[in-house]
């Protein structure tokens, strides 16, 4: 299957700061890429959607300004974190797609954990 | 979005079938069913989908109910590294996002 890569797997930060995490697909492009956040045991939850060149789509909840997405090609999605504080430490997930049908699979990052001190 | 209900956890020996199911009461005409499954701290992976017919793929099997309002994920012989989370997901347009409920965590014991 494809191959979908995040970085960095892991990152510890202090509160206040801003920390960027990126989504590549390695071999194929992803028309949509979808970034996921998971605190500990519970489920993914969608954060938000962004397709390549066009803003993204935040779910209800996710503020817009705290949470920037740029999808500036179709391999690479970006997440940057804005003053970040200790609630923001989770585990972040982003995810590609290519072809619009409902049978095509989603290719899942290995995820990134973020510590916020 | 059709909801899914699964169960909250299933436990099996290692070596044993495992089969996993899943209500989709309120599936409609053209969902899709998908499984994902999340390995302890890594992103989830794509396991099998289907849309009438039982499939099969190496990983596992999909039973699909006749009326479509439940399926079963069969792993035919469950190893220790098919201890996750397992995802069963109704998916319309894959433009869209996957709703994760809160799954199925299976437990292997050796």
């Known amino acids: 299957g494809a191959v979908v890569s995040q970085h960095p797997s892991r990152v510890i930060c202090k509160s206040g700061t801003s920390v960027k995490i990126e989504c590549r697909s390695l071999d194929f492009q992803a028309t949509t890429m979808f970034w996921y956040r998971q605190f500990p045991k519970q489920s993914l939850m969608l954060m938000a959607t962004?397709?390549?060149?066009?803003?993204?789509?935040?779910e209800q909840g996710v503020e817009k300004d705290k949470f920037l997405i740029n999808h500036a090609s179709l391999t690479l999605s970006t997440l940057t974190v804005t003053s970040a504080h200790p609630e923001d430490s989770s585990f972040y997930i982003c995810?590609?797609?290519?072809?619009?049908?409902?049978?095509?699979?989603?290719?899942f990052g290995p995820g990134t954990r973020l510590t916020v001190l | 979005d059709a909801k899914t209900t699964q169960p909250n956890s299933m436990e099996s020996n290692e070596e044993e079938p495992v089969h996993l199911p899943c209500n989709h009461s309120?599936?409609?005409?053209?969902?899709?069913i998908h499984w994902y499954r999340q390995l302890p701290s890594q992103g989830p992976e794509y396991v099998i989908h289907?849309?009438?017919s039982n499939v099969n793929n190496r990983m596992a099997s999909l039973a699909i109910a006749e009326d479509r309002k439940s399926s079963t994920l069969i792993l035919h012989r469950a190893t220790l590294r098919d201890a996750a989370v397992y995802y069963c997901i109704l998916r319309v347009n894959s433009g869209y996002a996957l709703n994760f409920g809160k799954g199925t965590s299976l437990l292997v014991t050796p």
């Open positions: 309120t599936i409609s005409g053209t969902d899709y």
């Open positions: 289907g849309l009438t």
């Open positions: 995810s590609a797609a290519s072809g619009g049908a409902a049978y095509n699979e989603q290719f």
């Open positions: 962004s397709n390549e060149g066009s803003k993204a789509t935040y």
